[in-house]
């Protein structure tokens, strides 16, 4: 992942940049630029480049990088204006290492344009959203139940559920909507509220790679945006446990049931504590978070969804820029656009003169401003012969082993 240098290296690389008059690299209209400083580096940075670049205008940005000692270095720099062949820009607030993009981005080409299509259905839906949800199998677990049989499913994990609590509760946020502070919490996260011990308190961190967990500053921030103030909230979270325990229970458990991006309902299960059953632990909670996929799969199957199915068609987003290993594009703020979180995965087409390529690609990353969306897709699963045909097209020369090694950054 990008990780911004901090100020001290920053100054030194930029100092080395002018002093050892190392290479910068420009990619722009299918055009490799090499530019170096033609002075020290101060509150501005002056290039001299190998050739006139057409079209650079004040405010425009490069996108710039470097090999200094075999780590790629990637900067963005905004020209302040070009004179006798120099181009004039401000020092960089930041420069980034430890890429993780196969190849540089560049402006898109005026002559490409590239469609997008939802990989599987899409629905518009009235349950609580969350900004991202987690994929993943599930056939596994299917091998002992059967999710056309949604009230046997129900049946089977009860009856699981009595081995390991003294109580349980299956809720679909239908016609009723969140309330509780458990329930508005699983439903603003979509992850599971679980508390080991009312003796103790909610766990420290989440153990889980994609994180699904509740922990215990999650839910301190939780407090304070429901505005209790800053200097009472650790009484209040502690009152909100022992109120657990004064209430008879010993370990609890919320976990949320999630369709896509939705939050439609959630599983609660609490162990009393004159209970002779073991305090909650992390298998159970795996086991409940695999029935509650089966749940929502089943839900599906059996077109509980089915009236909010969207149109899967086509959309063309705006291409901000593009590199052979993935895209960024923008698309207005709407209800297609709320659908395109992180890990969606969709099918792409590029329309160039000379040829036309499809492939996957999955979004790894979205912010917005006031109007627009931003979405940054890696391509999955492109044919080589269209990698090379897309590296040629959009760099202007012949795809070497080199480049993959050189042309690194983040998507």
Request: hydrophobic fraction near 40%.
């Amino acid at each position: 992942m990008a990780v911004a240098i901090k100020r001290i290296e920053k100054d030194f690389l930029l100092k080395v940049l002018y002093d050892e008059q190392i290479p910068v690299l420009y990619l722009r209209d299918r055009t490799q630029f090499v530019l170096t400083l033609d002075r020290p580096a101060k509150a501005d940075i002056v290039f001299h480049p190998n050739a006139p670049i057409d079209k650079l205008k004040p405010r425009s940005k490069m996108e710039l990088m470097f090999d200094y000692r075999g780590q790629v270095i990637m900067f963005t720099a905004e020209v302040s204006g070009v004179k006798d062949d120099l181009i004039f820009c401000g020092a960089p607030e930041f420069l980034y290492k430890n890429l993780d993009r196969a190849f540089s981005r560049v402006d898109n080409p005026p002559d490409v344009h590239i469609h997008f299509t939802f990989m599987g259905d899409r629905y518009n839906l009235s349950f609580p959203k969350i900004t991202e949800f987690e994929t993943g199998e599930t056939e596994n677990f299917f091998r002992d139940l059967d999710p056309n049989n949604l009230s046997g499913l129900v049946d089977q994990m009860a009856a699981w559920i009595k081995g390991y609590a003294n109580g349980y509760k299956l809720l679909v946020f239908k016609d009723v909507k969140p309330a509780a502070a458990e329930e508005k919490i699983v439903a603003e996260t979509g992850k599971t509220l679980f508390l080991p011990s009312s003796v103790g308190g909610f766990p420290q961190t989440d153990p889980y790679p994609k994180k699904r967990i509740v922990t215990e500053n999650m839910f301190k921030r939780y407090l304070e945006s429901t505005g209790i103030e800053q200097d009472t909230i650790d009484s209040t979270y502690t009152r909100f446990i022992k109120e657990k325990f004064d209430a008879g229970i010993s370990s609890d458990a919320w976990i949320p049931i999630l369709f896509q991006e939705y939050i439609i309902g959630y599983i609660h299960i609490w162990l009393n504590r004159d209970s002779h059953k073991p305090p909650f632990d992390y298998s159970v909670i795996d086991t409940l978070h695999q029935f509650a996929k089966v749940l929502a799969y089943s839900l599906k199957i059996n077109g509980y969804f089915e009236s909010g199915k969207m149109k899967n068609d086509p959309f063309e987003g705006k291409v901000i820029d593009i590199s052979a290993s993935g895209v960024l594009f923008a698309y207005p703020h709407s209800s297609l656009s709320t659908t395109l979180l992180v890990d969606s995965e969709l099918s792409v087409k590029i329309v160039t003169p000379r040829r036309n390529i499809s492939s996957n690609a999955k979004i790894i990353r979205r912010y917005k401003d006031n109007s627009l969306g931003y979405f940054g897709c890696k391509f999955l699963d492109m044919a080589p012969e269209d990698l090379r045909f897309l590296f040629e097209f959009l760099y202007g020369k012949p795809f070497a082993d080199s480049d993959a090694s050189f042309l690194t950054g983040q998507v």
